[in-house]
Nanobody, 120 residues
């Protein structure tokens, strides 16, 4: 089994910062791409940022220059540093991990989500 657990959400004022963390644990041989998605009420889930095992990074246009994704492969952890937060960043943030459980089995795993609320 593989578990994906996010932490770090909360309530913050506009202009503030938060740092999300996501740890992958369990039985696997490697983690390929990792990413953060978000879903606001009444909207579809969207990609916020992703990072490959080589360190190639992709950001949604709406967060470029404000958010930074990073990963620590030794700790099987991905981070999302969120600065200059805006009310429109309010959403449930989900971690995604593309995991190779064996040489032939590769599965996408999702965390349970962490709420980020930006409000004064």
């Amino acid at each position: 089994q593989v578990q994906v657990v996010e932490s770090g959400g909360g309530l913050v004022q506009p202009g503030g910062s938060l740092r999300l963390s996501c740890v992958v644990s369990g039985s696997f041989i490697s983690i390929n791409a990792m990413g953060w998605y978000r879903q606001a009420p009444g909207k579809q889930r969207e990609l916020v940022a992703s990072i490959t095992s080589r360190g190639d990074i992709n950001y949604a246009d709406s967060v470029k220059g404000r958010f930074t994704i990073s990963r620590d492969n030794a700790k099987a952890t991905v981070y999302l540093q969120m600065n200059s937060l805006k009310p429109e960043d309010t959403a449930v943030y989900y971690c995604n991990a593309d995991v190779s459980r064996t040489l032939k089995v590769r599965i996408d795993y999702w965390g349970q989500g962490t709420q980020v609320t930006v409000s004064s």
